[in-house]
């Protein structure tokens, strides 16, 4: 159990353009999901607290209108990069929480490679 | 502002030797997380430590949550090739329902046949 799923798990993309990248909760539902990034040899860092059905809670440092974070249903949470450019090209991993199971824990997806040319 | 740091950063050991990595923070956590992540893939739950002193097994991996809750450690006996990886430990901030996460920086363990 606890299984989480993310999509496209690598995407290429020109400069200017604007990705999506889904999260899913595969078998419990999620009502948090976060989303990190995470350079190369480097650690995870928290972009965002996504809750179920409110707005996203962004980190300090964090664009809001350049992430957009859209949490609509139980299992499933979206990350779009809009206007994406090179610097935005990294690791992107999202987790999620089951309340019901434990609030201390987070079940990550396999992340997605975003590269930006 | 709860920080997490470890220690090593780096760790390359041979094959069958033991070691210990180390997670430490000036605050305390209600709880501490460990994970191990292989490159192009996400995070791996291995533990979570809640109660202070607590020690969890996981076959050859002894986790240690420190009596005051601020620090873990993390010992790997007759360390495997297949342990290489980058080791994470991470704790909740925040209360129930905002709660997130903070990550350590990760120390990057390499173990050669």
């Not at chain 1, 020109?14 to 009502?31: H, M, N, P, W, Y």
């Not at chain 2, 070691?19 to 501490?32: G, K, M, R």
């Not at chain 2, 980058?86 to 990550?103: D, E, H, I, M, T």
Request: proline residues 5%.
């Amino acid at each position: 159990g606890a299984v989480v799923s993310q999509h496209p798990s690598r995407v290429i993309c020109k400069s200017g353009t604007s990705v999506k990248i889904e999260c899913r909760s595969l078998d419990f539902q999620a009502t948090t999901m976060f989303w990190y990034r995470q350079f190369p040899k480097q650690s995870l860092m928290l972009m965002a607290t996504s809750n179920e059905g409110s707005k996203a809670t962004y980190e300090q440092g964090v664009e809001k209108d350049k992430f957009l974070i859209n949490h609509a249903s139980l299992t499933l949470s979206t990350l779009t990069v809009t206007s994406a450019h090179p610097e935005d090209s990294s690791f992107y991993i999202c987790s999620a929480r089951d309340l019901l199971r434990d609030y201390n824990e987070q079940f990550f997806g396999p992340g997605t490679r975003l590269t930006v040319l | 502002t709860q920080l997490l740091e470890q220690s090593p950063q780096f760790l390359s050991i041979q094959e069958g030797e033991n070691l210990t990595v180390y997670c430490n923070s000036s605050s305390v956590f209600s709880s501490l997380q460990w994970y191990r992540q292989e490159p192009g893939e996400g995070p791996v739950l291995l533990v979570t430590v809640v109660t202070g002193g607590e020690v969890k097994k996981l076959k050859r991996l002894t986790f240690q949550f420190g009596d005051a809750r601020k620090d873990s450690s993390l010992h790997i006996t007759a360390a495997q090739p297949g342990d290489t990886g980058l080791y994470l430990c991470a704790g909740p901030r925040g209360n129930w329902y905002g709660q997130n996460f903070v990550f350590g920086p990760g120390t990057r363990l390499s173990v050669l046949p």
